[in-house]
Each structure stands twice: as structure tokens, then as C-alpha cells.
């Protein structure tokens, strides 16, 4: 089993900055990838960012509309994944999670956004962006 607990959320801004983190527990050795989904009042979860690792390489993925304001790391001494989020504007409001798989290759990092790979969901947290 592996655990995923998300914190960072808050309020702030249009133009701020959050950093969101997603500490992982567990069979960690089970998995290679993470993702940072949100979900919106109403709204279907999307992918936000993802990253895989294999071996000494890794791949990262992020959805249109996040590109070049966010971007995801990683430090494997903490078994934390990071999402750094810039320039927030209020369609960023969400309830953002992290989720955790095992992925066979990292060469095609578009299918790191697509929610049934993760098998491992942490509970989420909570990002409002005002105008």
C-alpha cells in the first residue's frame, strides 16, 4: 500500500504563487510515477502535472493550460513530490490531489495524464485563487 497526503492549499491572489506537496508513505519502492489532478465545483478532475521516473531518467508531463506556470519535482530523500504553481488565476480555484502508479516506460509522458493509471489517491487540498 502507499499512502499520498497532499498540503500547501490556500487562498491567495490572482498573480500569486503556492507551493503544493504531496509526501509519500508506504511500498514506495511500488511505484515510479506522480500526478497532481484538480477538480472544480462541477467539473470533471483534469490532470495538472505529472512525473515519472526510471532508472536514472525521468519524464514529466503537464496539461495546457498549467505550462510555464507550473512545474512539478521531485526530492526522493523526503519521498515528496512538489508542485510549484505561479502566476494563479482564478480558474486554478480547486481541489487539488496527488496520485501515485506504476508506469512500465516513461516514454510516452502524455499518458501520465490519464487518471486510471494511478492507483493510490490522497485525500486533497484545497487552492482559491481570487480576483
Known amino acids: 500500500q502507499v499512502q499520498l497526503a497532499e498540503s500547501g492549499g490556500a487562498s491567495v491572489q490572482t498573480g500569486g504563487s503556492l507551493r503544493l506537496s504531496c509526501r509519500i508513505s508506504?511500498?514506495?519502492?511500488?511505484?515510479?510515477?506522480i500526478g497532481w489532478f484538480r477538480q472544480a465545483p462541477g467539473n470533471e478532475r483534469e490532470a495538472v502535472a505529472a512525473?515519472?521516473?526510471?532508472?536514472?531518467?525521468?519524464?514529466?508531463y503537464y496539461a495546457d493550460s498549467v505550462k510555464g506556470r507550473f512545474a512539478i519535482s521531485q526530492d526522493k530523500g523526503e519521498n515528496t513530490v512538489y508542485l510549484q504553481m505561479n502566476n494563479l488565476k482564478p480558474e486554478d480555484t480547486a481541489m487539488y490531489f496527488c496520485?501515485?502508479?506504476?508506469?512500465?516506460?516513461?516514454?510516452?509522458?502524455?499518458?501520465?495524464?490519464?487518471?486510471?493509471?494511478?492507483?493510490?489517491w490522497g485525500q486533497g487540498t484545497q487552492v482559491v485563487v481570487s480576483s
Open positions: 512525473i515519472a521516473t526510471e532508472g536514472s531518467g525521468s519524464t514529466s
Open positions: 496520485a501515485a502508479a506504476r508506469v512500465r516506460s516513461i516514454s510516452h509522458p502524455e499518458a501520465l495524464g490519464s487518471d486510471f493509471i494511478y492507483a493510490y
Open positions: 508506504g511500498y514506495t519502492s511500488s511505484i515510479n510515477a
